[in-house]
């Protein structure tokens, strides 16, 4: 004679199994049939938090949420917060962070849009337990000023690069080239670094890795999947007029010997990414009202890489898994003849590269 099994009955690992394939509302909605179901689904229901300004929802789950957590709810179940997804007011973002328990021990993923706080962002990283099992995907969109993920978000994030496995920042992504390349030189598991942005501030240099920078140390996250990073500070003689005037006011006077030597040692860097299927050095921004000639600003990289056969390019030729590459508003070389034949023998799966 057969016997039925009750949920509660079965083995743990069975129910956690369950309850994994329950969307938030339906587990919601387990929770209210018995005291056992609460106590198995409570942690279920608390995995990810997202508030998108896209959904029709938001104000009301907003409103909601908040009366939960002004009851003391996101103190108490703070710890099973496996996500959290905010893309929306950022009051509710500040109040979130005031209700919330003084660490979320299991957050692996922190998205944000438009937090507009440097400090807001960096106590939410910080809160992430980084007991060796931190955050793995960082993603920041929206920003409205250069200036919002700054020195402490900067800092907070060095605290977990020994888990990070993707950094998305559509925007400046700190305050020094230093802090990026000290990141780069601490994130082992990193497979996504996209840092690009797509802001130009003529009055703020710092949102770019210098050459230099590059140069002074390896960076340990070889398995890289996705990189994209401007990088600048290069010394360019072989540039000698911009839009019809000197070079001068935008070019770092140096021998052609020292641009070649800096230039080789950033493509050995870039060449130890073999793993690498996307590499951004350069976006597209729309210029701004009044500009005349794009190229005469500063948004425009003109002391980057040459990308030619002559400075170093070859120490690329083992980026084999290539399929992307964009060098928007950069003044390359990588269009001419040689540079073409090369491209095509060494990048196989390249289709396009992308320049502006």
Known sequence: MSHLTSFTSLPEELQVMVASYLSQHDTAICLRICQAWRRIFTPHVWRHIEANSSTE????????????????????YGRWIQSIDLGCDPDFIEEFLDLSPETFPRLRSLSFNNPECDILISNFIEKAGNNGSGLRTLEIYGFEEVGHFGCCSAHALLGHASTL????LDAMPCKSS????QFLCSAAHLKECDIIG??????????????HDVVSQDWVCTELEVFGCPIRGIPRPDITEIAGESANDFIKERTKQESLDLQRGVYSQLGRLTKLRELSLGVSVPPRWGDND??????????????????????LKNLKELEIVVMNEMDVFISHDGEEAWVKKNWPKVKRIFLK
């Open 178 to 181: 230093e802090s990026i390349q």
């Open 165 to 168: 496995e993707v950094v998305r």
């Open 57 to 76: 929802r938001t104000v009301d789950w907003e409103t909601s949420f908040l009366e939960s957590a002004r009851s003391g709810s996101l103190k108490t």
């Open 198 to 211: 797509g802001v130009r501030d003529p009055d703020n240099e710092d949102w770019f890795l210098d050459a």
């Open 294 to 315: 794009l190229k005469t600003e500063r948004g425009y990289q003109h002391d980057c890489l040459a990308m030619t056969v002559e400075s170093g390019l070859d120490s």
